[in-house]
């Protein structure tokens, strides 16, 4: 029911970013999806891509500070309140939202959510009938 | 084991007697060789033998750093130059470089302290010992070499740079012991890990750590990563070079080689002497020295006598580890503050790497300390994916920070591998006020 996530810290300087895809580059992962969520003087790049593990692991022993994470992504209605629809789903049930982001995924809207609470968040999602994407529903290689 | 039993486990009495009378005899040496000293004698009224005793030793003038500087590059120098066999310099990042040349009988008694060392260390004929100081004008390669030498020991004269191939030696070789600076020995234990060399692949038994401040908490973990035990190695060039003083298996304070350098603690302000036991700045004054000795130098280097006997039998003083070095001390918003205080924070931190940098400034007229870190690659996890989460541990380390320096610092959590990495003294501050 969850997608693996890679985050990745990096410095508010120019070339730390464009290092990092290049070792993903040469390691031949494609990005499905990214965000950076930026303070003042560093970033957290996170990404969707393709072999997560590998990605991981490789960009580890390049001395990357990288971590994975499970997130939930969830199919939007392609209309009006779709998002308000499914950010309604936690906000009843009480669960906070880590954070979010969304990417287009062959013209349908796809919403990436983190929570603390990723049991409570399941069950929320199984019971309002919503469809939540698995690994296999990405496209993982060109 | 003790190399030299007779001069180690001496009584104090005979010391003292020992050394008053070898600093009659270099305050008479340095009278008639060294005009320098002979003029701040006279300037004093001073001649060689109002010394007779060692408690003489406090009517005699300083020496300093910029004493040696100013009289570059012989100057100071009392041995004829037909005399000298060997020629070092310390690094001159702040003016002219250091000169000190070395006699034979200078360099014998240098590889006696060092063996002296080593023997406390507990090397022997059967170790590999491979000298990772860099080799050429810094004294600690060739001083450590020739000590490994006289103990007996196979000596690698390895030096530094070239990390990568030092580390497969170690494994390949079965080297039992290493000398070099204790960032170096992290930066080998990194990259050991990065060749996927471990623990069990290497026979390193003994380090022997010195050339800049290092604290428990990094001897702990150079221990833990390289699975040995780290032993202090003091010395300056000024002086003679690494084994000025050194550290026994009891590991409570360096023994210094006193009946060749005499210590003294004294107010780095009022140049008083201090009373036993209490810290302040170490001065040396070499006994024997041939080639270039020096009268009462100020170290810089900031600590205490060690008062009582050594369960280990030597007898010779031992000096405390150095707590900072009097020009690195930062004054900052009125409070002494040394960068070895930042270290130990530092090294209680399993999400940040052994490093850090200190950047002092001044904005508004208040005094700024930022002081920057790294995460370690390994500890980062989902849990510290989000600002508030880094935040969070920013906000722990500052707390840290504040309950030892005693006043506030703004940290910054750097990217792995973004501090500058030192295979030598490496630099932690950047003072950009600008006051003078």
């Given at each position: 029911m969850t997608i693996r996530q890679l985050s990745i810290f990096i410095e508010n300087q120019s070339g730390t970013l464009q290092s990092v895809l290049e070792r993903m580059r040469q390691s031949r992962i494609q990005i499905i999806a990214c965000t950076i969520a930026d303070t003042a003087e560093y970033g957290i790049f996170r990404i969707i891509c393709s072999e997560p593990d590998r990605a991981c692991s490789e960009l580890k022993e390049a001395g990357?500070?990288?971590?994975?994470?499970d997130v939930f992504a969830i199919e939007l209605d392609n209309q009006p309140g779709g998002a308000a629809d499914v950010v309604a789903i936690f906000s009843e049930a009480g669960i906070g939202i880590t954070y979010m982001y969304a990417f287009l995924l062959d013209g349908r809207g796809i919403m990436i959510f983190r929570t603390d609470q990723p049991d409570a968040a399941r069950e929320a999602i199984v019971r309002s009938g919503l469809r939540c994407l698995g690994e296999k529903d990405l496209p993982t290689h060109v | 084991m003790i190399w030299n039993p007779n001069k180690e486990c001496m009584s104090r009495e005979q010391m003292r007697e020992l050394q008053g009378k070898r600093l009659h005899k270099i305050v008479?040496?340095?009278?008639?060789?060294?005009?320098?000293?002979?003029?701040?004698?006279?300037?004093?009224?001073?001649?060689?033998?109002?010394?007779?005793?060692?408690?003489d030793i406090v009517k005699l003038p300083f020496t300093t750093k910029k004493d040696l500087r100013d009289n570059y590059p012989f100057g100071l120098q009392a041995a004829p130059q037909s005399e000298i066999i060997r020629i070092h310099a310390s690094?001159?990042?702040?003016?002219?470089?250091?000169?000190v040349g070395y006699t034979r009988k200078d360099l014998s008694i240098w590889s006696e302290c060092m063996a002296r060392s080593l023997t406390a260390y507990g090397v022997g004929r059967n170790d590999i010992f491979s000298v990772s100081y860099g080799y050429g004008l810094f004294t600690g390669g060739l001083g450590a070499h020739n000590g490994v030498e006289t103990v007996g020991a196979s000596v690698v004269p390895a030096s530094t740079g070239?990390?990568?191939?030092?580390?497969?030696?170690?494994?390949?070789?079965?080297v039992t012991g290493i000398a070099c600076t204790p960032s170096y020995a992290l930066y080998l234990a990194e990259t050991m890990d990065r060749l996927g060399i471990t623990r069990d692949q290497i026979k390193l038994r003994v380090g022997a750590f010195g050339a800049e401040p290092?604290?428990?908490?990094?001897?702990?973990?150079?221990?833990?990563?390289?699975?040995?035990?780290?032993?202090?190695?003091?010395?300056?060039?000024?002086?003679?070079g690494p084994s000025v003083s050194y550290e026994c298996d009891e590991q409570h304070g360096s023994h210094i080689n006193e009946?060749?350098?005499?210590?003294?603690?004294?107010?780095?302000?009022?140049?008083?002497?201090?009373?036993?036991?209490?810290?302040?700045?170490?001065?040396?004054?070499?006994?024997?020295?041939?080639?270039?000795?020096?009268?009462?130098?100020?170290?810089?280097?900031?600590?205490s006598l060690l008062p009582g006997e050594c369960p280990c039998g030597r007898t010779n003083v031992r000096m405390s580890a150095i707590q900072g070095r009097s020009d690195d001390m930062l004054i900052i918003r009125g409070i002494n503050v040394f960068p070895s205080q930042v270290e130990s924070v530092v090294l209680t931190m399993k999400e940040f790497a052994p490093r850090y940098m200190l950047i002092v400034d001044r904005i508004n007229n208040l005094d700024t300390l930022m002081v920057?870190?790294?995460?370690?690659?390994?500890?980062?996890?989902?849990?510290?994916?989000?600002?508030?989460?880094?935040?969070?541990?920013?906000?722990?380390?500052?707390?840290?920070?504040?309950?030892?320096l005693s006043i506030g610092a703004k940290v910054q959590i750097k990217a792995p591998g973004t501090l500058e990495r030192s295979e030598g003294k490496s630099t932690r501050v950047i003072d950009k006020r600008k006051l003078y």
């Open positions: 990357v500070a990288v971590a994975i994470s | 008479e040496y340095v009278y008639h060789n060294v005009p320098f000293y002979r003029h701040k004698l006279q300037e004093m009224d001073l001649s060689p033998d109002d010394i007779r005793t060692i408690d690094s001159g990042t702040t003016g002219n470089p250091t000169i070239n990390t990568e191939k030092h580390a497969r030696l170690i494994r390949d070789l079965g290092w604290t428990e908490n990094m001897r702990k973990e150079i221990q833990d990563r390289l699975g040995l035990k780290g032993f202090n190695l003091y010395g300056l060039s000024e002086i003679m009946d060749h350098f005499f210590p003294e603690i004294i107010d780095p302000v009022t140049l008083e002497p201090l009373p036993a036991g209490q810290t302040g700045e170490l001065v040396f004054t070499t006994l024997t020295k041939e080639g270039m000795p020096v009268i009462r130098y100020r170290t810089r280097d900031l600590c920057q870190v790294e995460l370690r690659p390994d500890v980062f996890s989902a849990t510290l994916d989000t600002p508030a989460a880094i935040d969070e541990l920013e906000k722990r380390f500052a707390a840290k920070l504040k309950s030892v």
